[in-house]
């Protein structure tokens, strides 16, 4: 191979900084701000304003760091999935090395910066998250069994956690409600995704629980995780980070996510393929929109406390 | 090789070198400004400050 032949090659594929920037899954990390934000600034106590931003860019930086290591180990099932062909290691655009020094460095950097900034319950917890993510989730229970989505799902839930501790230096019952809130809305919000998803999982070899027993038992874990959810999204509106702006958004949230989980456990595969699966993917909007506005209420009752009108 | 002309590597690259760049500035920006913050607030008083003379 000559220089030149290697020259064009390098043109046709070469990473852009936006590739690299790709890895920390940018979207993932949206939602990893806010419910960061949302723990943040529901605790008691308070951070100078520059301290809680960087707060919240270091806890992002670590949920992007556990996302490239997740892109370094799952690149062979990245690569077989039409959902995350485009992801920059299956492009071809990024090494799988490259993903996993970006990874383990943004890790270390994240963890140690989040400790100077705040305090090192916080970085522990973070510490705690990536390794959850990257090697309990992704190396251990994705490939090993249906739930992995129901225990996976407690690092997605750990952000609002890790804001409250940058504050406050420890845990508390409402920084483990607002875990819980994610933690019980991360399998419904899957599974929903997993049924119009179709054969993705199934060609990649994931054991997910609608490949291992079937839709039909999909349709039924998505109902109950849908009213325990229910149970205990308007329970937290009488705790602390609670009060009527959340009780009213609760209420009114969970009984348009109970009404979507039970039309879709009475629907079967001839229904949802006749229509495209059309409330399946209502459902799975409306899970986004869901788990928004409930840690926008939590956020809008924490700013009106000054003021006499958030909270009981 | 010429200062003036660059390599059409870095032409190509200058996106990504830019990008990194911008990323280094800002963690300068990053670790002044929370140095600032902490000093100014006092969380780094020296050991002895606190004893009476």
């Known amino acids: ?312 | 090789m010429s200062f003036k002309e660059p390599h059409e590597l870095h032409k190509r690259r200058f996106g990504r070198n830019l990008g990194v760049a911008l990323v280094l500035t800002s963690f300068i920006f990053i670790v002044f400004g929370l140095t600032y913050v902490k000093i100014t607030r006092g969380d780094y008083e020296p050991a002895n400050a606190s004893v009476e003379r």
């Not at chain 1, 993705?200 to 291992?212: E, I, Q, R, S, W």
């Open chain 1, 1 to 312: 191979m000559s220089d030149a032949s290697i020259n064009t090659q390098a043109s046709t594929n070469e990473a852009s900084f936006g590739d690299y920037f790709a890895l920390l899954k940018p979207r993932v990390m949206s939602l990893v701000v806010f419910t960061a934000a949302v723990g943040l600034l529901a605790a008691p106590g308070s951070l100078h304003p520059f301290e809680a931003f960087c707060a919240i860019l270091f806890i992002a930086v670590g949920g992007g760091a556990s996302g490239a290591l997740n892109m370094w180990f799952d690149s062979d099932i990245d690569q077989k999935m039409k959902r995350t062909q485009g992801r920059p290691i299956p492009a071809g655009k990024v090494q799988r090395e490259e993903a996993l020094a970006i990874g383990v460095a943004l890790s270390g950097f994240s963890v140690v910066m989040l400790g100077l900034a705040t305090n090192f319950v916080a970085a522990g917890l973070l510490a705690f998250t990536i390794f959850f993510y990257a090697v309990i989730y992704t190396m251990w229970l994705k490939r090993w069994t249906p739930q992995n989505i129901v225990i996976g799902g407690a690092a997605g839930a750990f952000p609002p956690m890790i804001g409250w501790a940058a504050v406050t230096g420890g845990v508390a019952i409402e920084s483990v409600l607002m875990f819980t809130l994610t933690f019980m809305w991360t399998p419904p919000h899957f599974w929903a995704l997993c049924l119009f998803m179709k054969s993705d999982y199934k060609d990649a070899g994931v054991p997910m629980l609608h490949v291992t027993h079937g839709r039909r038992v999909t349709r039924n874990h998505i109902l109950v995780y849908t009213i325990l959810l229910a149970i205990i999204a308007i329970g937290m509106a009488f705790t602390g980070v609670g009060g009527p702006i959340y009780l009213t958004t609760a209420l009114v949230l969970n009984a348009l996510f109970l009404a979507g989980a039970v039309s879709i456990w009475r629907r079967d595969e001839d229904v949802s393929e006749a229509d495209g699966y059309k409330r399946e993917k209502a459902f799975f909007a409306l899970s986004l929109l869901y788990l928004f506005l409930h840690f926008g209420a939590i956020l809008a009752e924490a700013l009106l406390a000054p003021y006499g009108l958030g909270g009981w």
